[in-house]
């Protein structure tokens, strides 16, 4: 268990609307991501975060933005949602002594997004 | 950049059996490689990781894989099927920054 806690779980939304996903963490990482999960495509990043107020885009970042104000939570935010951002989005953080590459990242138990 | 090709999208095995999920990558250095497993509408957790130190890499739940860089593979093995092992799984590679590039995905079913 990582600390890691997502809100909200589910979220069932129309076109249009602006969306706001939270991700909160327990022990004090630097490093936090944002991932969706499609079928087919595994899981894609989204943006993540060095650190409080430092943020860089994804592979996929376009119609999404973030925010970290202090170190705990990082929300990601769906301007104005649409049906192809349907999807699981998933929040981790990265644990490590080591080295960027070998360290591990863990993962949140995900929220389930519908745009209608 | 960074590529992960899982060969196959389902696996299907019986109880008892081994089980082999194949994994190829892509790297221009000198990867990090893991495994995550996923049960049905659960989160993803980690099985093992391969950074270097030993070629065969040994995880959670009796899972092991081994690194072949001559074969660009991260095959996952396991020796005895259990029906608790029926999942999705996940090769990742790492990009620079620590990155994560995954494959499409595995579907493990295990029948009884």
């Known amino acids: 268990d990582a600390g890691i806690t997502q809100s909200p779980r589910h979220k069932v939304t129309e076109t249009g609307t602006p969306v706001t996903l939270r991700c909160h963490q327990t022990?004090?990482?630097?490093?936090m991501y944002w991932y969706r999960q499609d079928p087919g495509h595994g899981l894609r990043l989204i943006h993540y975060s060095y650190g409080v107020k430092d943020t860089d885009k994804g592979e996929v970042s376009d119609g999404y933005s973030v925010s970290r104000s202090k170190t705990e939570d990082f929300l990601l935010t769906l301007e104005s949602a649409t049906s192809s951002q349907t999807s699981v989005y998933f929040c981790a953080i990265r644990k490590g002594t080591s080295g960027a590459s070998t360290d591990t990242q863990y993962f949140g138990p995900g929220t389930r997004l519908t745009v209608l | 950049a960074q590529s992960v090709t899982q060969l196959d999208s389902h696996v299907s095995v019986s109880e008892g059996t081994p089980v082999l999920l194949r994994c190829n990558y892509s790297?221009?250095?000198?990867?990090?490689l893991f495994w995550y497993v996923q049960h049905p509408n659960k989160g993803l957790q980690l099985l093992l990781k391969y950074t270097s130190a030993a070629t065969l890499v040994k995880g959670i739940n009796g899972f092991e894989a081994e690194f072949k860089k001559s074969e660009t593979s991260f095959h996952l093995t396991k020796p005895s099927a259990h029906m608790s092992d029926a999942a999705e799984y996940f090769c990742v590679v790492t990009e620079y920054g620590n990155k994560l590039v995954f494959g499409a995905g595995t579907i493990l079913r295990v029948k009884s």
């Open positions: 790297s221009s250095y000198s990867p990090s």
């Open positions: 022990e004090n990482h630097r490093y």
